[in-house]
């Protein structure tokens, strides 16, 4: 047997490094102690909600968006199911496999798949991928669910417009919000995926419309499978509409433009009520209320026909002789003219070196302002116009609401343009020039409205100067409570003139479709008094108007109100590059007033409707 002998020295080394051994160990079980202390008391409240929401996701219910219905309950705006898809990004084991998967089951854009899933907000929330799926698109998403941790298929309820393009420019539609509106302070409660108002009364009234979103909680699996849920909060349906439109009269004023371009506006001028307001050409707002590609958003803005653009609304167009009007209440006002004054009309007006001719080259003789007005008499104007200045007309145009937006619902109104001295310098950078008063005298030159401000200035006239603001919306329903808010008319005042002067514009116009440019609109069922236009749209040319291309000929413009002796409805009539008012505007005013008068008298007062619906749930040539 062999006995190993050490040293003292040899020992002394041994037991030092059993010490640092030791000492080794200690520490190590210290910090081992000090990091599970670490874990499980300081941070343990961290992991165990993070444990939670591993198997917990917070589920956002999208709410019902209010219904919007005509101005005798007719419904113009529902909800109809739908599926949506939906990718929690916390369970995503592999974002671009799960893009590619969904591209080649649902063909969708992999550009747009990977800027929802990656758009800011908690990864733990659902983002909405895509809305408006098909059952068999759902099915399919369904049925491969297994193989796509983190997918999930909602049921919603989807925007519908039963009548399709019917009203569409007053209803406008829906979308989803973008990033930019999230970043809007009227958008702060709002999430990713929320539908919003993007256009019409769908927009102006979007927060009384929207609803709350509610919640659930899900359990999922390790795959983010769903497992079991629960309601936490339900979502609140959004707020009913009721429109001042009869969509009867709607749709007769959109059958009336057919295929051209251009507008009709009818109101009631007691109270600003739109009583139809229709735009050509038109959209349907289901096709907008799906999410495009940018392809098929190009094709529509870039169209020709600017199908986006409401011209009742947001078209600016010279008024042509319709601006006559508000000339005639300025002279009798001014004193500039009496009634019984006469200018003679030789059929041109000498203003320097230059004739400003009339529409009527023979001209008309001695004329006073009825003849004037009825007949459309420019030299007769010219002359007004040139005694009273441009800025006293500004003023009287300004009374009349010229050159401001109406105030309305509708978003985006367009305010037109009423010049004078002061705002050519500050547009134009240039002094006033007198011939260009000679324009604006007959509505031509700087001088631009909207069809819905001149649909204003003759309700306005008919009420014998009182002006109310266009009223869209009549009430406003509470879902939860059931409470009809009526919307009150809103008076804006009245045209500083006396009432002779609107008995003498009246009788005139009055005559203007007995015997003057109107006849056209002579009706055998109801008196109607109103004014033609034809506004310029290019310089004047020789040639008959046929050989004009269409693009270049001048706008039809007519303004009407009915009955005469107490007018119950104000319509205008805009028919872009249809020529003479007489002739092409006229009639569709008249066929507009005939089916009010015969629709009125078949339905109850409006405040019963609702109360029901409650219950149950070249110059400016004329002729």
């Known amino acids: 047997m062999v006995t190993t002998h ?72 529902n909800n109809v199911p739908s599926f949506s898809l939906y990718v929690t990004p916390e369970d995503v084991k592999d974002r671009e496999v799960l893009i590619q998967q969904l ?40 049925s491969h669910r297994l193989d796509m941790p983190g997918v999930m298929i909602q049921v919603e309820s989807q925007r519908n417009y039963p009548d399709g393009v019917t009203a569409a420019h007053l209803l406008g539609y829906v979308g989803e919000i973008s990033a930019d509106q999230l970043e809007k302070p009227e958008f702060l409660d709002l999430h990713q995926g929320s539908i919003v108002g993007q256009y019409g009364v769908e927009k102006s009234y979007d927060r009384h419309m929207r609803g709350m979103a509610g919640q659930k909680s899900v359990e999922v699996d390790a795959l983010g499978h769903e497992k079991k849920a629960s ?24 059958d009336l433009l057919g295929q051209e371009h251009g507008a009709i506006v009818a109101l009631d001028p007691n109270s600003g009520d739109i009583l139809a307001m229709a735009s050509r050409p038109g959209f349907d707002p289901n096709v907008l209320s799906r999410e495009l590609t940018a392809k098929q958003w190009v094709e529509i803005v870039q169209d020709e026909g600017r199908p986006l653009n409401n011209r009742a609304a947001q078209g600016q167009y010279p008024p042509g002789s319709i601006f006559k009007i508000p000339m005639a209440v300025a002279a009798l006002e001014t004193k500039t003219m009496s009634p019984s004054s006469t200018v003679f009309c030789n059929g041109g007006y000498q203003f320097g070196k230059r004739v400003y001719h009339d529409w009527k080259a023979s001209g008309h003789g001695y004329v006073d302002l009825h003849n004037a007005l009825v007949h459309s008499c420019d030299v007769y104007f010219y002359t007004i116009g040139q ?42 950078k240039e002094q006033w020039l007198p011939g260009e008063t000679i324009s604006a005298a007959i509505g031509q030159g700087y001088v631009t409205v909207t069809p819905l401000q001149m649909a204003s200035l003759v309700g306005t006239v008919a009420n014998d100067g009182v002006h109310y603001r266009p009223r ?23 045209i500083n003139a006396k009432p ?72 205008v009539v805009l028919a872009e590059h249809m020529g003479h008012g007489g002739s092409a505007a006229a009639p569709l005013a008249k066929e507009v007033i005939e089916t ?14 609702l109360t029901g619906v409650n219950g149950s749930g070249r110059s400016s040539k004329d002729s």
């Open 387 to 428: 005694r009273m200045g441009i800025d006293v007309m500004a003023e009287v145009g300004k009374d009349f609401g010229l050159g401001k937006a109406t105030g309305g619902e509708l978003p985006s109104e367009r305010s037109g343009i009423m010049p004078s001295t002061a705002w050519k310098q500050k547009a134009k």
């Open 500 to 571: 002779e002067t609107f008995r003498v514009i009246k009788d005139a116009l009055a005559d203007v479709v007995t015997k003057g440019t109107a006849t056209k609109a002579k009706s055998s069922l109801v008196t109607i008094a109103g004014k033609t236009g034809t506004a310029q749209v290019a310089a004047l040319r020789t040639g008959s108007e046929e050989s004009i291309p269409k693009k270049f000929r001048d706008h039809a413009w007519f303004v009407a109100f009915a009955p005469v002796e107490s007018p119950k409805i104000a319509v």
């Open 231 to 254: 309601v936490v909060e339900r979502p609140q349906a959004g707020n009913d509409l009721y429109l001042t439109i009869d969509v009867r009269l709607q749709k007769v004023a959109e």
């Open 596 to 609: 009010y008068m015969k629709l009125t008298p078949q339905v109850p007062a409006v405040t019963s409707d």
């Open 472 to 494: 869209l919306v009549q009430a406003v329903m509470d879902r939860t409570s059931g409470n009809l808010q009526e919307l009150p008319a809103v008076p804006r005042g009245r």
């Open 103 to 142: 591209t080649d089951l649902l063909g969708l854009d992999p550009t747009i798949v990977r800027k929802k899933m990656t758009t800011k907000g908690s990864k733990l929330l659902p983002r909405k991928i895509k809305d408006r799926m098909t059952l068999r698109d759902a099915t399919l998403v369904e």
């Open 6 to 77: 050490y040293s003292e020295s040899e020992f002394g080394d041994l037991h030092r490094r059993l010490f640092i051994l030791r000492v080794g160990l200690l520490l190590v079980v210290v910090l081992l102690g000090l990091r599970l202390w670490h874990l499980q008391i300081y941070e343990g409240p961290y992991y165990r909600d993070l444990s939670e929401n591993n198997r917990t996701r917070l589920v956002l219910l999208e709410p019902a968006r209010g219904l919007i219905y005509d101005r005798h309950g007719v419904l113009l705006a």
